[in-house]
């Protein structure tokens, strides 16, 4: 039943690549590519009980972290065209804050 | 658990393997440059299932580590500074002579394949000699559960000296070309400070991201000294780490914005401690030497070995000296990467209507 | 001597791994279904919803299902963890891409999906500010 389950881990892989690559807007890019990573992760927890060393799921728990930092990088640098910009609250919540 | 290589991991091999090659065409036929950052994400995603498939766990971190996190944010930080008026694509024009080179390389790579060993093969040049000897001496010489931290710290640590300086001399070169990016400190044309000013952006709110990064960005930068401290055991080490503590201020960055982050962590820190790892690193082999070792011969970094001592599991000269050219690692490759992130991100404070 | 009633330890261990295995499988099936989805609903919207949805069901599944095979160890509490981590970074992931779509003028699309290539507004506006960078 593993072996099933990565297999259809790795089918749904492959259909979010093919949307990735079609875009046609940028947020369907990212939209395909994060639920990548997602799927990558479960791919990798999977494979290590496939072959019998699930000690090595350090790399998943990296990935679940690093796979947004890189969609929210993309997400700001394609809408403020800057890394420096910080992102505020808006005005109603901002009272809220610190 | 015993480790066995069963026909489901072949299958998700070969198709890791297609996936690369389909993503790889896609990347070259692109004209985006944003799909283009976003493949090189995913190709490293993919190659790191593919080097877990193959047991290359190590390998697979750092990938995961490098490829998917900083290297994404560093290309974007690199679209700041590029033309930014895609070329367009030129006729294909049809070179037979360079086509004739390509498939004869690639003919004779084929070729020289069908020589290869088998995969996993025992009598593999890579399993009989050399990697054979680190295998067996590990438990003895160093103790540490993981083998590839022994090689890397230890058997080769004057490569992993290398490396690290290659690393310091990467962010010294990022430095002497663009600066150290603390222009953008001084920018007070920050888009954001003043809301009011700033239509187009005056709605946007961030706040579900703001309370959700508040809470993770102290979890990365926890698990970055995990996998630093936990490197002799399970996959990762200073390299890695240094890689996620640099994510997690870059996260900073991205949500709180660049002065923010450089209030948190002032780049002159950055600047230091990149020659402070490299120094600590080189300081423990020159403790080695003092006591009267070799360059980085950690038996002698408490002292001259006692001889016939008996140590029993850990030995712990080995481990003390491992731990300690880690750290080096570790702070030098955070600073490096922080460094060369504010160089990049503060080079300009932003695109300005006309260039994009 | 032997145990042989229902609830017999191997009988337990054995269910708890079919369990796992089977909500694992669940999770993957569902994780797929949703990239089907992704695949071909017709606008960024409906794709968001198809994919982020799954995701959250779908690992969950899978993790849970993994941590009942891997039982009461250190694996489980990574697993434990990395469903911890997605349940905070995937919807928020979500919500950022809606949000940045939505403010950068991508119109849903309202109405009755035909199977010929429909006119989504803002989407060719959005396309040529990808093609320029």
Same mark, same amino acid.
């Given at each position: 039943m593993l072996v099933a389950a990565t297999l259809a881990v790795i089918a749904a892989m492959a259909l979010l690549l093919a949307r990735a690559i079609m875009g046609p807007t940028l947020?369907?890019?990212?939209?395909?590519?994060?639920?990548?990573?997602?799927?990558?992760?479960?791919?990798?927890? =999977?494979?290590? =009980?496939?072959t019998g060393r699930p000690d090595f799921l350090d790399i998943a728990l990296l990935y679940a972290m690093i796979n947004f930092v890189g969609t929210i990088a993309i997400l700001k640098f394609f809408r403020y065209r800057s890394f420096g910009v910080p992102l505020v609250a808006s005005k109603n919540s901002a009272q809220g804050e610190e | 658990?015993?480790?066995?290589?069963?026909?489901?991991?072949?299958?998700?091999? +070969?198709?890791?393997?297609?996936?690369?090659?389909?993503i790889t065409i896609a990347i070259i036929r692109l004209r985006s440059l944003f799909a283009i950052v976003m493949l090189g994400g995913v190709y490293s995603l993919v190659s790191a299932a593919w080097f877990q498939a193959m047991d290359a766990v190590d390998v697979s971190f750092t990938e995961a580590a490098v490829g998917a996190g900083i290297s994404t944010t560093l290309f974007l930080a690199a679209m700041l500074l590029t033309?930014?008026?895609?070329?367009?694509?030129?006729?294909i024009k049809k070179r037979w002579a360079p086509l004739a080179v390509v498939l004869a390389t690639g003919a004779a790579l084929v070729y020289a394949s069908v020589d290869l060993p088998v995969f996993g093969s025992a009598e593999a040049p890579a399993n009989?000699?050399?990697?054979?000897?680190? +295998?067996?001496?590990?438990?003895?010489?160093?103790?540490?559960?993981? +083998?590839?931290?022994a090689v890397l710290a230890s058997y080769r640590g004057f490569d992993t000296f290398g490396e690290t300086v290659v690393v310091f001399a990467a962010g010294v070169a990022v430095i002497l070309l663009i600066g150290f990016g603390e222009r953008a400190r001084a920018a007070s044309d920050w888009r954001g400070k003043d809301e009011e000013q700033d239509e187009n952006f005056s709605d946007d709110s961030h706040l579900i991201l703001r309370v959700v990064s508040k809470f993770l960005i102290p979890l990365i930068a926890i698990f970055a000294f995990y996998v630093h401290f936990h490197g002799e055991y399970s996959p990762g080490g200073g390299f890695q780490a240094g890689v996620i503590f640099a994510v997690a201020v870059m996260l900073y960055a991205l949500i709180f914005g660049l002065k923010a982050a450089m209030t948190a962590f002032p780049p002159v820190w950055a600047r230091a401690g990149a020659a402070i790892g490299v120094a600590i690193y080189g300081m423990t082999g020159i403790i080695c030497m +003092?006591?009267?070792?070799?360059?980085?011969?950690?038996d002698y970094i408490f002292g001259p070995p006692v001889e016939g001592a008996h140590h029993g599991h850990h030995n712990w000269p080995q481990i003390t000296g491992i731990i300690g050219v880690e750290v080096g690692v570790v702070v030098a490759v955070a600073c490096v990467m922080i460094t060369a992130f504010y160089a990049f991100a503060g080079r300009v404070p932003e695109i300005r209507d006309e260039d994009w | 001597m032997a145990d042989t009633s229902?609830?017999?330890?191997?009988?337990?261990?054995?269910?708890? #791994?079919? #369990? &796992?295995?089977?909500?694992?499988?669940? &999770?993957? #099936?569902f994780s797929a279904a949703g990239s089907i989805g992704v695949l071909r609903f017709p606008d960024f919207y409906t794709r968001m919803h198809s994919a982020s949805v799954t995701d959250t069901l779908g690992a969950t599944l899978v993790l849970f299902g993994l941590m009942l095979i891997g039982g009461w160890s250190l694996v489980s509490f990574k697993l434990l963890c990395i469903w911890i981590f997605f349940m905070f970074t995937s919807p928020t992931a979500s919500n950022a891409a809606a949000n940045g779509a939505m403010k950068a003028g991508l119109e849903p699309f309202l109405g009755k999906w035909t199977g010929q290539k429909i006119k989504i507004e803002g989407q060719e506006a959005l396309r040529a500010q990808e093609d320029r960078e």
């Open positions: 947020y369907d890019r990212v939209l395909a590519v994060n639920s990548f990573g997602t799927k990558t992760v479960l791919l990798l927890g =999977f494979l290590g =009980f496939v | 658990m015993e480790a066995h290589f069963s026909p489901s991991v072949l299958i998700a091999n +070969i198709v890791l393997m297609a996936m690369l090659g389909v033309v930014r008026t895609a070329k367009p694509s030129k006729p009989a000699h050399v990697g054979k000897a680190y +295998i067996e001496a590990t438990p003895s010489d160093v103790g540490t559960p993981n +083998i590839v931290t +003092i006591n009267g070792g070799d360059f980085l011969d950690y | 229902l609830f017999s330890p191997e009988n337990l261990e054995a269910a708890r #791994v079919f #369990v &796992g295995s089977a909500l694992a499988l669940t &999770g993957a #099936v």
